[in-house]
């Protein structure tokens, strides 16, 4: 049990995009005296032992002594000072913010994705019933709740409940609208409890996402190109297409494309945008429906989605570019698997409104996508 377990765990989750993509999910080691998790801003498909952040687990639990005011700004101000403090004497690089709830856990290592198929079902109507009877008695599901010290609090309370109704801890945790926690001792059995919840879930979907075909691009995406490039003054290169028979299915009409027009988690607020704009007048007038967007919802759309045609990822630089597109083709994964457990479920506005304003998260968005690591 040693660093170099945690990087290589953290490296094989993180480089594939079924379970994390640009900067989301975070792993996590404990010793004796020290919890080791993913600092901000370093991604796990490439981290190295100095992409952790060494807290005090003495002082991470001293925070559960603590009493913060009940306003919401001033209480996630002082939990991030104390996580801050935690770090032990020397670290200087920023823990993720969900360090507080690996400290929780008492299993050795901790590994948090985001996979979409199991998304599919953490975003769905019928989400913890299905968690229920698919993994009876396995699971820790934890209904969805602001991320941060709310979300640490919130673990807390359900894994004491969970602990004395059982006599032990979960090895799964399921957060709604967000993702997976899977706890163990041994970085092999992190592996064997995955690949036994995606087979799982492998034998109770209805179908799975078709990326193939689409539209290729065109004079009139072209012209749609421009369009964008003059209203939101941003180079071409920071503008790319994509088109698939799955995107397409969602695009033929404002109630076909409702599975996919909001947020599931917190990671589609930060890179694809709380709110595509869907398209569907003539070519010549989407700078104006774009300004109307912007207007109405207050952001630029990271997405714009045309009728019949595919969709624009929109970013400040190539990379968020990416990110935008990557995000909201993994938003559609969600919404296909989500058809299995009773169709989506975004993330409720005042919890979108939250992530769009928090410092973590813009702090996260920041250094995911500007800085090399």
């Known amino acids: 049990m040693s660093l170099g377990d945690l990087v290589a765990i953290s490296r094989y989750y993180g480089s594939n995009p079924e379970f994390v993509l640009v900067g989301g999910g975070n792993t996590s080691l404990k010793t004796h005296d020290t919890l080791y998790v993913k600092a901000s801003g370093f991604a796990l498909g490439d981290i190295g032992e100095k992409g952790f952040a060494a807290m005090d687990r003495k002082k991470l639990d001293r925070i559960w002594s603590t009493e913060y005011p009940e306003d919401r700004d001033e209480r996630e101000k002082q939990a991030l000072r104390d996580l801050m403090n935690a770090r032990c004497e020397g670290e200087e690089k920023r823990p993720s913010v969900e360090a507080l709830l690996h400290a929780l856990l008492p299993q050795s290592f901790v590994v948090h994705a985001h996979p979409p198929m199991i998304n599919g079902l953490t975003c769905s109507q019928e989400g913890k019933e299905a968690a229920d009877n698919l993994f009876p008695g396995r699971i820790l599901w934890i209904p969805t709740v602001n991320p941060g010290y709310i979300l640490a609090a ?8 969970f602990q004395q109704r059982n006599g032990r801890s979960p090895e799964i945790i399921l957060l709604q609208n967000h993702g997976i926690f899977v706890m163990a001792e041994t970085v092999g059995d992190i592996k064997t409890i995955y690949t036994g919840v995606t087979d799982t879930f492998e034998h109770n979907i209805t179908r799975k996402p078709d990326f193939s075909g689409g539209e290729a691009e065109s004079d009139t995406t072209a012209s749609l190109k421009e369009q ?9 290169e920071n503008i790319l297409f994509e088109s698939n028979r799955e995107v397409l299915a969602f695009l033929t009409s404002e109630r076909a494309f409702y ?29 104006e429906a774009m300004e109307q967007h912007s207007r109405k919802t207050g952001k630029k759309p990271k997405i714009i989605a045309v009728k019949g045609l595919g969709f624009f990822a929109v970013g400040n630089n190539p990379k968020s570019g990416e990110a935008a597109r990557s995000l909201f083709l993994d938003a559609v994964k969600i919404a296909v698997y989500a058809e299995s457990f009773g169709g989506v479920r975004f993330l409720p506005k005042e919890q979108i409104d939250f992530i769009l304003d928090w410092e973590v998260e813009q702090y996260r968005s920041k250094v995911s996508l500007e800085n090399k690591t």
Do not use: C, W
Not at 228 to 236: G, S, Y
Not at 259 to 267: G, V
Not at 273 to 287: I, Y
């Open 259 to 287: 599975p996919i027009s909001s947020a599931f988690t917190p990671d589609h607020i930060i890179y694809s945008g709380h709110a595509p704009l869907f398209f569907q007048d003539k070519p010549e007038k989407l700078g």
């Open 154 to 161: 919130a673990v807390r309370r359900e894994l004491e409940q």
């Open 228 to 236: 964008i490039v003059l209203r939101f003054n941003v180079p071409m």
